[in-house]
């Protein structure tokens, strides 16, 4: 198992930019392909961006390619999430996971999940 730690969510304003960080402990963190998705309020959980584990291979939304980019370091078991250009649209629970798949970019495809780091981006 791999237990899954997210922080650097915040209250920003649009335009500005924020980085999450998922630290990840318990079973080899390189071991585990890394997924980022999100959850507004009264939504569905939406697919935000995925990377292999090596880092090789990453995936966006097309609502945030150009603006997030996915990112991991295995020395640090951490994975993360940097946010330009941030929308209100982008307001949501921000959550990481992990998955012994290649990747993806559906919640079943992952068994494990951090709680979850609140972005709000006002107008």
């Known amino acids: 198992q791999v237990q899954l730690v997210e922080s650097g969510g915040g209250l920003v304003q649009a335009g500005d930019s924020l980085r999450l960080s998922c630290a990840a402990s318990?079973?080899?963190?390189?071991?585990?392909?890394m997924g980022w998705f999100r959850q507004a309020p009264g939504k569905e959980r939406e697919f935000v961006a995925a990377i292999t584990r090596s880092g090789a291979t990453r995936s966006l939304s097309d609502s945030v390619k150009g603006r997030f980019t996915i990112s991991r370091d295995n020395a640090k078991n951490t994975a993360y999430l940097q946010m330009n250009s941030l929308k209100p649209e982008d307001t949501a629970v921000y959550y990481c996971?992990?998955?012994?798949?290649?990747?993806?970019?559906?919640?079943?495809?992952?068994?494990?999940w951090g709680q979850g780091t609140q972005v709000t981006v006002s107008s």
């Open positions: 318990g079973r080899t963190f390189s071991s585990y392909a």
């Open positions: 996971a992990a998955t012994t798949l290649t990747i993806a970019s559906v919640p079943a495809g992952y068994a494990f």
